[in-house]
């Protein structure tokens, strides 16, 4: 009887032991460096949680710096399956997230904290869901605004952008710099570094934040502060991978979706901002700063054209709601004013 027991008893064990081994592992891609914050405050952060929320039935297994799909297919590696959660900016995806990027016009919003819950609310308020009915959206949340940073032209007025090649992250920054006389590159931002280091390209439009992350500030000398636009991002899971769950680990990862996560983000972010900034400062760089570019009599034109002619694009594509959208983000920033 004893030997039945024993027998049961390891029985049961094995099955434990069993079970655990066969937790159910998600795969997340992203482009950031595992040794940046980003990386860890965010996306190690969250994967902690899912796992200890999940009682270890769910797994999160993080590929950083683009291994698992390049930035630029990040967001078709989830719908494909190759990656069963990515996060990646929807500017990568040209074209792509239309209505999304309309948070990263001038004048939107002024730190990523804020950006961050205009963005989750404008999904949230299904003005911009159709463009991820393809896959579950985690959340959504914005860098804080992106300035201009060159090696060894001293930027003060629109007229100094004049023939300079400055990275550009999206279509909404490509028009500003457009419009402010630049030539905008576009590339991912891990190969930055090679393309200004290489004299490719005279400067980039950035965030303090990915300047520091991705070891831009040592390599340039000027930098301005005129917050002409912000960086969208998302983290997204295939949907089969997403309804393959079973009730209670989708109730999991729902608990980890929307507006808590995405000022998880932002807040980060704008803490890494000030780092990035002191950091330049200590290296003995020029900054100057455009309080407000809409009220400035140089720099207000050329921003007011280029956000009306992203705007007049979206409706020459069929997207008549999208003055709609703009109003309504301009809405929401004294809501989610800090």
């Keep these: ?77 989830v719908v494909d399956g190759i990656s069963d959660i990515a996060a990646s900016l929807q500017g990568y995806t040209s074209g792509r997230f239309p209505l999304s990027e309309i948070v990263q016009l001038p004048g939107v919003s002024s730190s990523a904290p804020q950006g961050s819950c205009i963005l989750q609310k404008m999904y949230d308020d ?86 520091r992350v991705f070891g831009i500030n040592e390599l340039v000398n000027y930098h301005l502060e005129v917050p002409y636009y912000s960086g969208a991002v998302m983290a997204v899971m295939n949907r089969g991978a997403y309804e393959g769950l079973s009730d209670e680990m989708r109730e999991v990862i729902d608990r980890h979706s929307g507006m808590e996560w995405s000022q998880i983000a932002g807040g980060v972010y704008h803490r890494l901002d000030a780092v990035g900034r002191e950091e330049a400062l200590e290296q003995g760089d020029t900054i100057h700063t455009v309080e407000n570019p809409l009220n400035d009599p140089e720099w207000s034109g050329p921003l007011e054209e280029g956000t009306e002619r992203y705007l007049a694009r979206l409706e020459e594509r069929g997207l008549n709601n999208a003055r709609d959208i703009y109003e309504h983000a301009l809405s929401l920033r004294e809501e989610c004013a800090e």
């Design 1 to 77: 009887m004893k030997r039945a027991i024993s027998q049961s008893l390891l029985l049961a064990s094995v099955a434990t032991v069993s079970f655990s081994a066969h937790a159910e592992t998600l795969r997340m891609s992203h482009f950031w460096p595992s040794a940046s914050a980003v990386h860890q405050e965010i996306f190690e952060a969250w994967a902690s949680s899912v796992e200890e929320a999940s009682n270890g039935e769910l797994e999160v297994q993080i590929f950083p710096s683009g291994t698992l799909s390049k930035p630029d297919h990040a967001y078709q590696g």
């Design 126 to 211: 299904e003005l911009i869901a159709s463009e991820y009915e393809d896959v579950k959206v985690l959340f959504l949340f914005t860098t804080g605004p992106a300035y201009l940073h060159t090696r060894n032209a001293d930027i003060q007025s629109p007229a100094d952008l004049s023939g300079l090649r400055i990275r550009r992250p999206s279509d909404v920054a490509g028009e500003m710099l457009s419009s402010l006389g630049a030539d905008p590159l576009g590339m991912p931002a891990p190969d930055i570094y090679t393309s200004l280091q290489r004299g490719v390209m005279d400067g980039l439009s950035f965030p303090w934040e990915a300047m």
